[in-house]
C-alpha cells in the first residue's frame, strides 16, 4: 500500500509539475509529445524528497535564473531554505539561516526559520478576539498570547505545489473552518518566483466563506554574511518607517503610533543594528509603520553588509514591517546547516505585515477578510552587491 501511495504521490507530482511547466513564463516551447516530456523532466528535476511530515512525502524544490542565483523551498511549511547569492567576490553562499534536514525544521523550539507564518502573524493579545459579535479563543502559545498562527500553523503543514519552469513555485493550502480556533474554511496561495534581476517574490492570495483575521508573511532569517559573521550587528538596515508600535513587556502593541526620531528605533537612515540595540530591552522585536501609500508596492527596507558587499532591498504592499534581531537564538538549536552555532543576533527578520494584534485594534489597519472578498499581499527581496 506504501508503495502504492508512493507511485501515486510521484504521479502526481510529475503530472502538477508538467502542467506548471507547460503554462510557465520561462518554459521552454515545445511542439511536440517530445517537448513536453523534456518540459516535465526539466520541471521535477529541481525537486528532490526531504523526509516525510503528516504521511505525506516533504519535497525540496530549486528555483534558478540565468545570473546564477538559487532560491529553495519546501512544500512543508512553505520553507526558504537557501537564497544563494553571490558577495562582491563573485562567491556564493546562502544567505538565509537554515537545518541539514527536515528533523531540524521539526525541532521542538524551531523559531520559524523560512517559513510562511499564519493564519495571523506574529501576536494577538491574550488569545481571543472579537468579530461581528462573537467572542473567539485561539492557542496561547506565547506567554498567553498566540503568536504565529497557533500551535500548528501554516509553517507546520504539508503545501500543494506546483512548480512552473525554473523560476516560479506556487503554493496551496486550505485551513479549515475553527482550525487553531479561527472561524472561516480560508484557502491561501503563495507563488515564490525568482526574477532575472536576482530578486525573490513572494505573492500571497486568501479568500474564505466566513469573516476572519488574515495576516500572512515570510519568516526568513537574514545574515548577508553567508555564514562568514555569526552576528547581523555588523549589518547596516534602513527602514522607510517615522514611526513604530510600542509594545508592553509581553511584545502586545500599546495601541499607540511613537515616532522613531531621537530614539533607538531610528532607522531612517541606514545604521548598524548593533548600534543602539543595548539599550533596547530584549533587542529589536517590533512592527515599524512604513511610511508609504496604503497597497501600493514600494521599497522600505535594505539591509547591507560591508564584508561581503552584498546588498538586500525589500518592497512590500503591507502597511508595517517586523524588525526581529533574533533575540531569543542562543546557540542550542541542532540539526543546523553545517554544524553552526545560531548564537543570539545569529540572523534578522523583516517580516512584511499588519500590525500585531490588530483584531484587538480597530484603530489598527483592517485585517479583516470577508467571503466574496481577496486577500492580496506582495512582497520582494532583491540582492545586489556594492
Known amino acids: 500500500m506504501e508503495m502504492n501511495l508512493r507511485g501515486l504521490s ?36 529541481a525537486a528532490h524528497s526531504y523526509g516525510q511530515a503528516d504521511g505525506q512525502e516533504v519535497l525540496q524544490y530549486t528555483l534558478r535564473n540565468a545570473a546564477g542565483m538559487e532560491v529553495k523551498i519546501l512544500n512543508y511549511g512553505g520553507i526558504v531554505t537557501d537564497i544563494i547569492t553571490p558577495d562582491k567576490q563573485g562567491q556564493k553562499a546562502n544567505v538565509v539561516l537554515s537545518y541539514d534536514s ?12 523560512g517559513a510562511l ?47 512552473a519552469g525554473d523560476s516560479s513555485l506556487q503554493l496551496e493550502y486550505t485551513s ?26 513572494i505573492h500571497y492570495t486568501a479568500t474564505t466563506d466566513k469573516a476572519t483575521p488574515v495576516n500572512l508573511t515570510n519568516h526568513s532569517y537574514f545574515n548577508l554574511s553567508g555564514g562568514k559573521d555569526s552576528t547581523i550587528l555588523n549589518q547596516e538596515l534602513e527602514l522607510k518607517a517615522s ?27 541606514p545604521k548598524k543594528v548593533g548600534k543602539d540595540i543595548a539599550a533596547v530591552k530584549g533587542g529589536y522585536d517590533h512592527n515599524f509603520v512604513l511610511d508609504k501609500a496604503a497597497g501600493s508596492l514600494e521599497t522600505v527596507a535594505t539591509l547591507y553588509d560591508p564584508a561581503s558587499g552584498r546588498f538586500m532591498e525589500m518592497s512590500t504592499t503591507e502597511p508595517g514591517v517586523q524588525f526581529y534581531s533574533g533575540n531569543f537564538l542562543d546557540g542550542t538549536l541542532s540539526n543546523t546547516r553545517g554544524g553552526q552555532k545560531y548564537v543570539q543576533h545569529a540572523g534578522l527578520c523583516l517580516e ?20 466574496g472578498e481577496t486577500y492580496q499581499q506582495t512582497t520582494v527581496y532583491k540582492f545586489s552587491t556594492k
Not at 12 to 39: F, Q, Y
Not at 120 to 141: E, S
Not at 245 to 265: C, E, R, Y
Request: glycine share 10%.
Open 176 to 201: 479549515k473552518d475553527g482550525e487553531e480556533g479561527y472561524p472561516g474554511t480560508m484557502k491561501a496561495t503563495v507563488v515564490y518566483t525568482l526574477t532575472p534581476d536576482n530578486a525573490l517574490k
Open 10 to 45: 510521484a504521479l502526481m507530482i510529475s503530472g502538477a509539475a508538467l502542467l506548471g511547466a507547460c503554462n510557465g513564463p520561462n518554459a521552454p516551447k515545445e511542439d511536440s509529445k517530445t517537448g513536453a516530456d523534456t518540459a516535465a523532466v526539466i520541471a521535477t528535476a
Open 352 to 371: 512584511a505585515q499588519h500590525f500585531p494584534n490588530s483584531p484587538n485594534q480597530p484603530d489598527f489597519p483592517n485585517v479583516i477578510l470577508k467571503p
Open 117 to 163: 507564518v499564519g493564519r495571523y502573524a506574529n501576536r494577538i493579545a491574550n488569545a481571543k478576539f472579537k468579530l461581528d459579535g462573537k467572542d473567539y479563543t485561539l492557542a496561547p502559545n506565547d506567554h498567553g498570547n498566540t503568536l504565529h498562527g497557533g500551535i500548528k500553523g501554516f509553517d507546520k503543514v504539508v503545501w500543494a505545489a506546483t512548480q
Open 243 to 269: 514611526r513604530y508600535t510600542p509594545v508592553n513587556d509581553k511584545l502586545i502593541p500599546t495601541g499607540k503610533l511613537a515616532p522613531v526620531k531621537g530614539t533607538m528605533m531610528d532607522f531612517t537612515t
Open 102 to 113: 527536515l528533523s531540524g525544521y521539526q525541532q521542538k523550539g524551531q523559531p520559524y526559520f
